[in-house]
């Protein structure tokens, strides 16, 4: 159940329309692994039973639904998913469920991570980057104009895109201890 919740949970965040998305990062990251390192994730997507390669809210439903235990009853994911009604016309392909589940923590502990983020920031730099502000790249980190300085560092001064740095930073997400982030 812990891919299905981090992808119901990703796929609301597909519809919100950001100035840099996380998903974009993600999608350069998922496109980085190897088939076999795609394995699981095509297994999880195909007990979805996608139709036409895609799946949608009512594919989580579905399988939610047929293997809910009770831990997943007493986590009030039923209506979770309810709330998520408005994305019902929504889809994905697998490479868009590949973004939305892979864990970066996770990658991290391979031995090839560094490999897998240089390739990642490759597909990034081709289809995803682009201009953004310190001030952009901190209201979509939800951090506060004093913590701006946090993120100064992780934009080219060159062209104004997210550098590596910025890239797995971002990948991350930052936390901010103690401080009182904005609330939207």
Not at 32 to 58: C, H, I, M, N, T
Not at 119 to 140: D, K, M, P, Y
Request: proline share 2%.
């Amino acid at each position: 159940c812990g891919v299905t919740w981090t992808i119901s949970r990703t796929f609301a965040l597909i519809d919100n329309q950001k100035v840099l998305t996380v998903s974009s990062l993600r999608q350069a990251l998922s496109k980085a692994l190897k088939d076999d390192e795609l394995l699981y994730l095509r297994l999880q997507f195909d007990l979805l039973e996608p139709r036409d390669g895609v799946v949608s809210l009512d594919n989580f439903r579905t399988a939610l639904t047929r293997y809910l235990t009770d831990a997943m009853k007493e986590s009030r994911i039923l209506e979770f998913l309810h709330a998520l009604e408005p994305l019902a016309y929504r889809s994905m392909d697998f490479e868009e469920f590949c973004a939305a589940a892979i864990s970066p923590y996770q990658l991290e502990a391979l031995d090839r991570w560094e490999e897998i983020a240089g390739t990642a920031f490759q597909h990034f730099e081709q289809e995803g980057n682009r201009v953004i502000s310190v001030e952009e790249l901190a209201q979509e980190l939800n951090l506060a104009p004093t913590h701006y300085s946090i993120v100064q560092d992780w934009i080219r001064k060159t062209d104004g895109k997210l550098n590596f740095l910025g890239f797995t930073k971002f990948l991350h997400g930052v936390t901010i201890r103690g401080a009182n982030t904005r609330r939207h």
